[in-house]
């Protein structure tokens, strides 16, 4: 019998139980120190896409593709952005793990995209199963590990990357309960179109942290469902608990174009550094 290690995933189950199936190891034929390759550089074999407003899998205006061996994430189909938000989920729910994607910003913002989304993407973590999710709705609920791109040069400014969102959801921090939406890393800021990796890591119900070059930048506990959050009310509702130990990660498009040549997991073990 499948053992459920996720609130989101027990949920799908109960909906889709002909589409449900237990963790398992994700299938790679390069496996280098524990690190397994997710995107195998030539097509989404294993991903599963859900746009804002679109039926899950339908990715007609490739808003998700590829082309020279990496995952492009654009708009070019649009002439003005209108809330197609975007998650490229990989089709594995996972609980412990390690995670670490290579990514780059470029080109322009699509026009009538929202301000605060310019050179802006993101990992989400511990997300709800793509079934779930209703037609309209923008963002699983989820723990997301943004992905930020910086200005040109320095002179423009800083920006860090790999913060932490909280779309129907909240996490503690020390022991306390953080319900702020948003929290800024201490990573460095990552200039013009240069390629940058993100890695996360992340344990269950217990703790996730935020790396940037071999350095925590983040790091939060207990992460769980926000009962006052619509979305999240649903889950609830239909049986999910609050504490989040599992889920399904996905990868963002949120209106500015970019560019992904690695995805890698490491799974780990629960008592496992």
């Known amino acids: 019998m499948p053992t459920y290690k996720s609130a989101a995933l027990f949920l799908a189950c109960l909906a889709f139980p002909l589409a449900c199936t237990a963790?398992?190891?994700?299938?790679?034929?390069?496996?280098?120190?524990?690190?397994?390759?997710?995107?195998?550089?030539?097509?989404?074999?294993?991903?599963?896409?859900?746009?804002?407003?679109y039926q899950l899998d339908?990715?007609?205006?490739?808003?998700?593709?590829v082309?020279?061996?990496?995952?492009?994430?654009?708009?070019?189909?649009?002439?003005?952005?209108?809330?197609?938000?975007g998650h490229l989920f990989f089709d594995t729910p996972m609980d412990y793990y390690r995670l670490r994607v290579e990514y780059r910003f470029l080109g322009e913002q699509v026009p009538a995209g929202p301000g605060w989304a310019w050179r802006n993407s993101g990992v989400m973590l511990h997300g709800q199963a793509p079934e779930t999710m209703t037609l309209d709705q923008s963002f699983p609920v989820s723990i997301e590990a943004q992905m930020l791109g910086g200005p040109a040069t320095e002179a423009d400014g800083q920006r860090t990357t790999a913060n932490l969102?909280?779309?129907?959801?909240?996490?503690?921090?020390?022991?306390?309960?953080?319900?702020?939406?948003?929290?800024?890393?201490?990573?460095?800021?990552?200039?013009?179109?240069?390629?940058?990796?993100?890695?996360?890591?992340?344990?269950?119900?217990?703790?996730?942290?935020?790396?940037?070059?071999?350095?925590?930048?983040?790091?939060?506990?207990?992460?769980?469902?926000?009962?006052?959050?619509a979305d999240a009310k649903r889950l609830i509702?239909?049986?999910?608990?609050?504490?989040?130990?599992?889920?399904?990660?996905?990868?963002?498009?949120?209106?500015?174009?970019?560019?992904?040549?690695k995805v890698e997991l490491k799974l780990l073990q629960p008592e496992q550094k």
């Not at 339908?58 to 593709?65: A, C, H, K, L, Y």
């Not at 082309?67 to 952005?81: A, C, L």
């Not at 498009?253 to 560019?259: D, K, M, N």
Request: glycine share 12%; aromatic share 10%; with cysteine.
């Open 23 to 53: 963790p398992v190891t994700p299938k790679s034929d390069n496996l280098v120190d524990g690190w397994s390759q997710l995107f195998n550089g030539q097509d989404l074999d294993g991903w599963r896409v859900k746009i804002a407003g």
């Open 58 to 65: 339908d990715n007609s205006r490739g808003i998700f593709r």
């Open 67 to 85: 082309e020279d061996g990496v995952i492009r994430v654009g708009y070019e189909d649009f002439e003005s952005f209108d809330g197609e938000f």
């Open 165 to 229: 969102c909280t779309p129907g959801t909240h996490v503690e921090m020390g022991g306390e309960l953080i319900r702020t939406h948003c929290i800024n890393s201490n990573s460095a800021t990552y200039y013009g179109d240069e390629w940058v990796t993100i890695e996360l890591e992340v344990r269950g119900g217990e703790q996730i942290r935020h790396w940037m070059n071999g350095e925590i930048v983040l790091s939060y506990e207990a992460p769980q469902l926000d009962p006052n959050d």
């Open 237 to 261: 509702e239909a049986g999910a608990e609050l504490p989040l130990t599992g889920g399904y990660f996905s990868l963002q498009a949120e209106s500015h174009p970019l560019e992904i040549r």
